[in-house]
């Protein structure tokens, strides 16, 4: 019982609580209480932002559960039994937890339909949602990592490499952003008329750009759609909360 | 009209054709009748092997554009017209081009859902199977893609670096596929007793384990996942095209 009274639950751990030994049950019933409300597990200016907006937007209940990287405590073995990839964010949920960034971004849409964040009734703009998602999360997010994560793809001590990686940011990131600017987004946002997720998503990552060396207003549609996020209340809450 | 006879159809191009010419529509009418029949674009022995085996499995009506790496054919201006990022897979359908693998996949459950090819009717296993294939497409693919990729992420000439890169993926590749055995995989399918998309998608992975010198056997789960994939009809024509 010491681990369950941690803020870092479980839903396996949950699932065993179900026998029928009252006590046993009343001793874990603020738990399963807490997990009636889902916890959003985030670190300081990371994509976390991107699903903390669509949070917002949808006006969930949620707990927050901030990491602190700079003890690298998403390494910690309590958060990698909520998610073992030890990244953020991750979603815990009544039914489990949910990791990366477009899953989190479409379980929030389907949960809260009533907040129309995503084109649920039709397949093909939800294709072309997740397609916009799934370029923001495995080229652009990846573009910008080899900034400070090069790392991940050659040795710690080969400095030289991670440097390398590093000045070709700039390129990598203006360049995705061109594409974006005249292939991806129809206007007035991300697909169209309607807000929806990808909104959240494209938000939270040119927020980056300056810190990339690309200027927003080399894009006129990301640098409109930059300035009319930070209006909206979910974006004041959230940039408020990271700082950004 | 030269460019709508040519076998790369743009959508955008197709709704051109909508005036009350009747002759025009008369020189356009297989073309249109073409684009009731969905296009798929691919290259061998790419990620594009996750979608085709998903449209067999679907029992989809498609038909096949090959694409020639070996003379860079994805960066030709006809194929651009279809998909301006120069990738593979890219799925033509009636409404449209869809791209990136996770969005083309859903997609295609979501179009034949007979097939049963994805948890369509629960929000939390449908969350769980995107943070699947997301997984798959930004952290798997991005690490397989630094072996003979990496001059996306440094310059061209700085082979010193494209080398590190290359040094590092059996590692990263292994890394990740030690968690995927261990942390993701439900068994007997990824998401347990139901086949889904994410067999498709990690069966193509896994078919790149030997040639970034890692031992599938390393991984029985998936090791036995992989022998049974290809017992499947849909793998044996894909894997038959594809030489793999």
Chains 1, 2 share one sequence.
């Not at 006590?23 to 874990?28: A, R």
Request: net charge neutral; charged share 25%; aromatic share 10%.
């Amino acid at each position: 019982m010491e681990k369950s009274s941690h803020p870092y639950l479980s839903v396996n751990e949950i699932d065993k609580f179900t026998h029928n030994d009252i006590v046993y049950k009343t001793k874990v019933s603020n738990l399963l209480k807490v997990a009636q409300t889902m916890i959003f597990y985030y670190a300081l200016k990371t994509v976390s932002v991107a699903s903390q907006i669509a949070l917002e937007e949808a006006g969930a209940d949620y707990d927050l559960h901030e990491l602190d990287f700079s003890t690298t405590e998403q390494q910690s073995n309590d958060y990698l039994n909520v998610n073992p990839k030890g990244r953020v964010p991750a979603l815990a949920t009544k039914h489990g937890i949910i990791t990366e960034t477009p899953a989190i971004l479409v379980y929030i849409a389907q949960t809260y339909p009533k907040a129309k964040l995503a084109p649920l009734n039709d397949h093909f703009q939800f294709a072309k949602m997740q397609a916009f998602n799934n370029y923001l999360s495995s080229t652009v997010h990846v573009n910008h990592a080899h900034k400070i994560r090069g790392n991940r793809w050659v040795e710690d001590e080969d400095k030289v490499s991670q440097a390398a990686m590093k000045a070709k940011v700039p390129k990598t990131m203006a360049e995705s952003f061109t594409l974006i600017e005249k292939e991806m987004f129809s206007g007035p946002w991300v697909l169209g008329e309607n807000f929806s997720v990808c909104d959240c998503y494209v938000f939270c990552i040119s927020t980056w750009l300056a810190g990339d060396k690309v200027n927003i207003e080399d894009f006129p549609k990301i640098h409109n759609h930059h300035k009319r996020m930070r209006q909206r209340e979910s974006v004041k809450k959230v940039t408020g909360i990271h700082g950004i």
